[in-house]
Nanobody, 118 residues
């Protein structure tokens, strides 16, 4: 059974930083690209960042390039999202899933809320 457990969200002021984690289980983590999505109130879920499973190549949506960095620890079956220079428009629930440009698993974790506000 696939499980994706996101953590690390919170309330932060504009310009601040947060580090999100996603602990995965139930599938061969090291054989899958992993990705981060976010969903703001009233908006569709969007792909934010992805990391490949072999080379660790990364890709980001334009709005977070230069501010967000994703990484992975295959031994810990965990993927991370370091978010710097946060803006109010980054406020959303953040989720992880497997896959490079679309979600692999139908079921999502509970997500972690990120709120950027002064």
């Amino acid at each position: 059974q696939v499980q994706l457990v996101e953590s690390g969200g919170g309330l932060v002021k504009p310009g601040g930083s947060l580090r999100l984690s996603c602990a995965a289980s139930g599938f061969p983590f090291s054989s899958y690209a992993m990705s981060w999505y976010r969903q703001a109130p009233g908006k569709e879920r969007e792909l934010v960042a992805a990391i490949s499973y072999i080379t660790g190549r990364t890709n980001y949506v334009d709005s977070v390039k230069g501010r967000f960095t994703t990484s992975r620890d295959n031994a810990r079956k965990t993927v991370y999202l370091q978010m710097n220079s946060l803006k109010p428009e980054d406020t959303a629930v953040y989720y992880c899933n497997a896959g490079w440009d679309s979600p692999t698993f139908r079921d999502w974790g509970q997500g972690t809320q990120v709120t950027v506000s002064s």
